[in-house]
């Protein structure tokens, strides 16, 4: 007798287990309407720590910057501006800083900022062995000497003439000296007080971060008084967000879906080049011993072809170790797509498309907008030219490992971010022997680059370093792909302030 | 039948203590074998040679393998996992915060397994000899070849972008406070008496919880569906038929009891796998659970946070074996008698 469960039967077992779920689900997810001042922006990384000194991560920097605020700030053209400093006046030796503090600011527990805290944030905290970031990029200040609650002096033991570009890069906030030295790290990072345009009303790691306008803040106010920011780290899933109405904007979508956004019309959505750059980073030696080859491989690379077909044409191409606005960018000097001449220089080398340069090339998958897609294409670009390139994926944080250990491959697909713009964090920082991001090893070029690190005029120094970029190109040292992009969707009535260093800052936006 | 389960649980416990030493000896051993550097890791890019350097004494990174695991076994024996290289914070820390919420996640996706499991199981049961046999059996193969990730997206885009019906980002609705009583958020929200925070919470984990049940649900279908077909050829079974049980009681009686033992161990392998594929799906639907930071941890070659979420993993797995065992003594009166 075959066994035959009733269909009544068999409904009521699934179905009677599944009421439970069923009376959650039966009330309909409804999305509220966008409050005229509230928004929710759809962002791809939480921040490390609430204690904005800890760890340099240039993602991290809008949402630090509406919590914290800096001592000098940029515009949206990147040019320095006074913030918490309302003056400063760097000594013609880079030694010394003067700096004068507004005396109208307040942290968001209401104590005032002094200079005490100035002195606090860059050397008291540094000195006591806090592991700080900022220890490293202010490992030169000797003391800060407070003459007035708003007025002090930094002191350094060598020149350091980006002092004021660091005032406004990564990591350097002012941190209220009472509140933590009183409470205690701990309490200062699950509740963080900072002096900026927005309170942390609500932090959960790896999900939101809900913000609240500070209406005590010294300086204009911010527009949207509550700004939730939800972490999301899949790109689909931010693509989703803003489609489902989830989110009112958000960033670093794949490009091919900003193109779509645009080409549907229905949100405004942005591509735009920042100071960002795409580069190969080569070595001195193996297959690139020879500057032909490296200058050929360079000559190989049809950077326009790049832009186009992985960042619908909106990345620039360059010549050069710096974006386009920034003072140490060479608007004149080009270095041409080539294919002929990189033959050429081959040739005298001894190469060819029959007998090809053999090279090793590395690059990340993921870690940026279509590098892994960039990197073949090069291989493909090298082919026809006589150049035979090993590819090989690498996790980027072990790129680092891979240098110190001089096990980099000839080329290096990399991404570096300058939010300052200053030529000393592009090629200063890429070409110094003594740091670790270049696996250029040379002498000619690495004195060169260390005389620039100690020029305190600033002419002169901007000037020095124009010249070693087009000395670095020239010498194959470098070879600057494109300026990256970043790219925005958001509801057309919800507008932003746009800047060149891709910064989206929750302060600045506005509903119509 | 108590004494049997607490000797049980006596033994795995003592068994769980070498195979934890082993897999953290392993775990340790492979982190340490990757070619990334903690010591610079720790360390800001602008960082120089000499500095990476001193710092690597500093983490006793130049000493032997064997040394720096024993000064890391110490540490862990008194809860200290070591701190995050990327976020700054103790792994232990970390792990403990976000635990609740995989859990959680796990559980719900279980029984969503389970019932969509052993309702699947019944039909595919139900329709055997029928010409709805075959259209069954190639829909649950069909189920059973779409991963978890998959099975993400899918929900996602229909019940979040499409059908605008469930919430699909974080935990809970941005307009509403969490508790944090427990970390298991819908607990939390029920001891405080918040039913909209509680609902709030239901809705934003019925599509991750339905992508990771959807995923294993099938394979606990056909296990079902064949252990049923072997017991209904044992004995008992006709003569449970023959004293004139309907066939009701005798399924849900007899054949189901029987049946569920195969069921159960799958259902415990299952756990430890749809365990680990909280990962995806935790990120795809930007879950504040363990698995998302994993991601990360590894992402950024954070080797302490590794460390900690591994060995957690390996916890949640031999704690589901000594449970999935448990039941059995209770389901099986001759694991009693031996």
């Known amino acids: 007798m075959a066994f035959t469960l009733q269909r009544r039967s068999f409904l009521q077992l699934v179905m009677g287990t599944l009421t439970g779920t069923a009376a959650t689900v039966s009330a309909p997810f409804v999305r509220a309407a966008p409050a005229a001042d509230a928004a929710t922006i759809g962002w791809p990384n939480d921040v490390p720590s609430w204690d904005p000194n800890q760890r340099f991560t240039p993602d991290a920097q809008p949402i630090f910057k509406a919590v914290f605020d800096q001592p000098l700030d940029q515009d949206p053209q ?70 007035s609650p708003t007025k002090a002096t930094m002191k350094f033991n060598a020149p350091d003439p980006t002092a004021p570009q660091w005032m406004a890069f990564l990591g350097s906030y002012i941190v209220p000296k009472k509140y933590i030295e009183t409470g205690g790290l701990d309490n200062f990072i699950k509740k963080p007080v900072g002096t900026g345009p927005y309170k942390l009303a609500e932090y959960e790691l790896n999900s939101r971060i809900v913000l609240e306008r500070n209406d005590a803040y010294w300086g204009p106010k911010a527009n949207v008084a509550r700004v939730t920011i939800e972490i999301i780290k899949d790109p689909s899933a931010r693509v989703a967000a803003i489609q489902s109405g989830q989110a009112d904007l958000t960033v670093n979508l794949p490009v091919r879906e900003v193109q779509r956004f645009q080409s549907e019309g229905s949100f405004a959505a942005e591509i735009d080049p920042i100071t960002r750059v795409i580069l190969l980073n080569v070595r001195a030696d193996l297959g690139f011993s020879d500057k032909n080859v490296r200058l050929a491989a360079h000559h190989a690379i049809d950077k326009a072809a790049l832009s186009t077909a992985f960042y619908g044409g909106a990345a620039v191409p360059l010549s050069v170790f710096a974006t386009p606005g920034t003072p140490g960018y060479l608007p004149d000097f080009k270095f041409p797509y080539d294919p002929d001449l990189a033959k050429q220089l081959l040739a005298k080398s001894g190469f060819g498309p029959d007998k090809p340069a053999k090279i090793g090339f590395a690059t990340t998958n993921g870690q940026f907008p279509s590098d892994y897609d960039i990197a073949r294409a090069i291989v493909q670009m090298w082919k026809k030219v006589g150049i035979d390139a090993d590819l090989q994926v690498i996790e980027y944080a072990k790129y680092f490992e891979l240098n110190r250990g001089n096990k980099l491959p000839e080329a290096t697909l990399y ?10 964090i592009f090629s200063g920082y890429m070409l110094n022997p003594k740091m670790p991001f270049s696996p250029w090893k040379d002498q000619d070029i690495g004195n060169r680059t260390l005389a620039l690190f100690n020029i305190a005029d600033y002419d002169k120094r901007i000037a020095g370093y124009r010249e070693l970029e087009r000395y670095a190109v020239e010498n194959g040292a470098c070879m600057p792909l494109l300026q990256s992009v970043v790219t925005l969707v958001r509801k057309k009535n919800l507008a932003y302030t746009r800047y060149g260093n891709g910064w989206m800052l929750p302060q600045t936006l506005r509903w119509s | 039948m108590i004494a049997t389960i607490a000797k049980l649980i006596a033994r795995r416990l003592l068994a769980a203590i070498p195979i934890l030493l082993i897999v953290s000896a392993l775990l340790f051993c492979v982190l340490r074998l990757l070619p990334v550097d903690p010591a610079a890791m720790s360390l800001p890019p602008t960082a120089t040679i000499a500095e990476i350097e001193a710092k690597r004494r500093d983490m006793g990174l130049d000493r032997p393998l064997p040394e720096q695991y024993l000064i890391w076994l110490k540490a862990a024996l008194h809860g200290d996992f070591g701190r995050s290289i990327a976020l700054g914070r103790e792994a232990g820390s ?19 397994a389970a019932v969509l499991g052993i309702g699947g199981g019944l039909l595919l049961f139900h329709l055997r000899g029928s010409w709805l046999e075959s259209v069954a059996d190639l829909a649950s193969i069909l189920l059973l070849s779409i991963p978890e990730f998959l099975w993400g997206l899918i929900l996602l885009f229909v019940f979040g972008v499409v059908l605008h019906a469930l919430p699909f980002t974080g935990e809970v609705s941005p307009s509403l406070p969490q508790p944090h009583i427990t970390g298991f958020l819908l607990l939390d929200s029920l001891l405080i008496g ?44 006709a003569q449970a038929r023959l004293r004139g049980l309907t066939e009701r009681q005798i399924l849900l009686g007899h054949a189901l009891k029987n049946a569920a033992l195969p069921t159960i161990t799958l259902a415990g392998v299952q756990f430890g796998i749809l365990f680990s594929g909280t990962l995806l799906v935790e990120v795809i639907y930007s879950y504040p659970g363990m698995g998302n930071l994993m991601v990360d941890a590894v992402r950024n070659a954070d080797l302490p946070l590794i460390q900690a979420i591994g060995l957690t993993y390996c916890v949640v797995v031999l704690l589901i074996n000594t449970l999935v065992d448990s039941l059995y003594v209770v389901l099986n009166p001759k694991l009693r008698v031996h």
């Open chain 1, 78 to 147: 990147l040019k320095l501006i006074p913030h918490l400093i309302k003056s400063w006046s760097l000594a013609p030796d880079a030694l010394s800083m003067a700096v004068e503090l507004r005396g109208d600011v307040t942290f968001h527990n209401g104590d005032k900022m002094s200079t005490e805290d100035f002195r606090y944030t860059f050397f008291e905290r540094i000195k006591s062995g806090t592991k700080l970031d900022t220890a490293n990029s202010w490992r030169k200040v000797d003391d800060i000497v407070i003459e």
């Open chain 1, 415 to 424: 991404s570096w971010d300058n939010s300052t713009g200053d030529p000393e």
């Open chain 2, 94 to 112: 970390l792990v403990a915060l976000t635990l609740p919420a995989t859990i959680e996640l796990a559980l719900s996706a279980m029984a969503i």
């Open chain 2, 194 to 237: 918040r039913l909209d925070i509680f609902a709030s919470a239901c809705r934003h984990l019925i599509l991750p919880a339905f992508a990771l049940g959807l995923a294993f649900s099938p394979a606990i279908m056909r296990v079902l569906r064949s252990s049923l077909f072997d017991v209904y050829h044992e004995d008992y079974i």
